[in-house]
């Protein structure tokens, strides 16, 4: 049964039941006062089918009111005049009613199309801020908005619309947040990290140019390898910077190749002005490695740098397999550092650096206090095995 026929058969039982009532109360009440019995069928079917069903209510209520129940009896005539005015009463009052019924349904229903048209934005906005795809969201959508009309569309629309608006916002304000904390990253250590390396350049420079001191061949040639040095620590200082621009702008992607740990740890160390303190001691057999040389390199650079920086004793490399993991560790007996451990603020740029290649290569890097004092800093990446092809 449609909604249509549904509606004409409430209307008919509306009418009969308002006319048994009239019936039943007839014996005990004026007949002309229970024309307001049919005035309820009217609200009722208003409320139910719409403002169209209680007008006709109205009028087959007052034709059956009329024909049944005003004498004389069974004929649309009416003995006493004063009949009609009543009727015409009934008929207003039935229409009136009719229509506040019909449009206290229209709110109500606009007003639940609009809870669930909230409760969907709701999710929405749940959805956008925890990034997850939008097609649900959409099938939903579709579902609830199902015959509310344009302006129910053109309503939710521009909800959603002014919903990815602000997650655009959103996300640019985040991307200018970290930008910033990047800058403020850079401005912090720059000097600190840079004063050094400059000063001692100057101080080098200074003493060879200074006519009044009487330099011998050693002592020129200790100020000359201090310039370079400090040239070459500027140098790394230098690339540190564009390569944590490089990792802000999300441009580092690494080339994953499989390495040896061996190969990885030599080289680093061959980038060392001060190499001759570096002990390496890597286990036999170590599995292999799947990162980009280039990066690792940097890092593990990166850590010796600091070691190196702040210890005046042997800097010991190690290496080892644990599990499915390969450990690379840096130990040295230098003051230690203040910082919490895996923290990154306040250790310079070459910590910094280290973390975000570390964790582009799927690396994880560990910075802390080092039993008996000192500083240890741990390496670890995951362990792959050699292709048969290339065993």
């Excluded at 049964?1 to 048994?20: D, Y």
Aim: glycine share 8%.
């Amino acid at each position: 049964m449609n909604r249509q026929t549904r509606a004409v058969a409430g209307s008919l039982a509306a009418v009969a039941v308002a006319t048994g009532l009239v019936y039943a109360l007839k014996p005990i009440a004026p007949v002309l006062s229970l024309g307001v019995v049919y005035v309820l069928a009217v609200l009722v079917c208003a409320v139910c089918f719409g403002a169209s069903y209680g007008v006709a209510v109205a009028l087959a209520s007052m034709v059956t009111f009329n024909y049944l129940f005003l004498p004389p009896v069974h004929t649309l005539t009416l003995a006493d005049a004063r009949n009609w005015a009543a009727l015409g009463v009934y008929l207003t009052t039935a229409v009136v009613a009719s229509q506040l019924a019909a449009s206290a349904r229209r709110r109500a229903a606009e007003a639940r199309q609009r809870e669930r048209e909230a409760a969907l934005l709701a999710d929405a906005a749940a959805a956008v801020l925890r990034e997850e795809p939008l097609s649900e969201i959409g099938a939903r959508a579709a579902a609830v908005l199902e015959g509310a009309g344009a302006h129910a569309r053109a309503r939710f629309d521009a909800g959603l619309a002014s919903l990815l608006a602000l997650a655009d916002e959103r996300r640019g304000a985040e991307e200018v947040r970290r930008s910033d904390a990047v800058k403020t990253v850079i401005l912090q250590t720059v000097s600190h990290d840079f004063r050094t390396p400059i000063a001692t350049i100057q101080a080098a420079v200074g003493g060879l140019e200074d006519t009044q001191l009487e330099l011998h061949a050693s002592d020129r040639s200790a100020l000359l390898e201090t310039i370079s040095v400090e040239a070459a620590r500027l140098a790394r200082l230098v690339e540190n910077v564009l390569d944590l621009s490089r990792l802000q702008a999300g441009v580092a992607a690494p080339r994953l190749e499989l390495w040896d740990v061996d190969g990885l740890l030599a080289c680093a160390v061959a980038e060392l002005s001060d190499r001759a303190r570096v002990r390496i001691a890597a286990a036999d057999g170590l599995p292999v490695i799947s990162v980009d040389s280039v990066q690792v390199q940097r890092v593990l650079v990166n850590l010796l740098d600091n070691a190196l920086k702040f210890s005046s004793d042997e800097v010991s490399l190690q290496a080892r397999a644990d599990g499915a993991h390969v450990v690379i560790e840096v130990l040295d007996r230098g003051r230690g550092i203040d910082a919490a451990p895996t923290s990154r603020r306040g250790l310079g740029l070459g910590l910094a650096i280290a973390h975000g290649f570390a964790e582009a290569n799927g690396g994880t890097l560990w910075v802390g206090v080092r039993e008996g004092g000192g500083t240890s800093a741990r390496l670890v990446f995951p362990a792959q095995s050699v292709p048969a092809t290339l065993a």
